[in-house]
């Protein structure tokens, strides 16, 4: 089975950017749709952003135009560009091997282990 590594979170300042990477072994993420999901500490998990097999992108309020995903699908690779960071995008990140029906994004139980985000003020 497909195993999800996610890398690239830190520590960053409001206002900069990091790139978070979701790296697949044992198996092919060519054709899936794949999601990147946030938790932050006594929240819900939440959907930030999707990618579909043909590379159409669609992402939660809170992060439209300051991330952006996309997948190299030759490295096995997806990615989750954050610019113009917040402290509320502070959380740990998953991405997530899921699945598009009817317009929408299904999360499968693919996840990777996740890399925590900390925005400082």
């Known amino acids: 089975q497909v195993q999800l590594a996610e890398s690239g979170g830190g520590l960053v300042q409001a206002g900069g950017s990091l790139t978070l990477s979701c790296s697949a072994s044992r198996g092919t993420i060519s054709f899936s749709a794949m999601g990147w999901y946030r938790q932050a500490p006594g929240k819900q998990r939440e959907l930030v952003a999707t990618?579909?097999?043909?590379?159409?992108?669609d992402y939660s309020d809170s992060v439209k135009g300051r991330f952006t995903i996309s997948r190299d699908n030759a490295k096995n690779t997806v990615y989750l560009q954050m610019n113009s960071l917040k402290p509320e995008d502070t959380a740990v990140y998953f991405c997530?091997?899921?699945?598009?029906?009817?317009?929408?994004?299904?999360?499968?139980?693919?996840w990777g282990q996740g890399t925590q985000v900390s925005v400082s003020s």
């Open positions: 997530n091997k899921g699945r598009w029906a009817g317009g929408k994004y299904y999360s499968t139980n693919f």
């Open positions: 990618i579909t097999v043909g590379g159409s992108t």
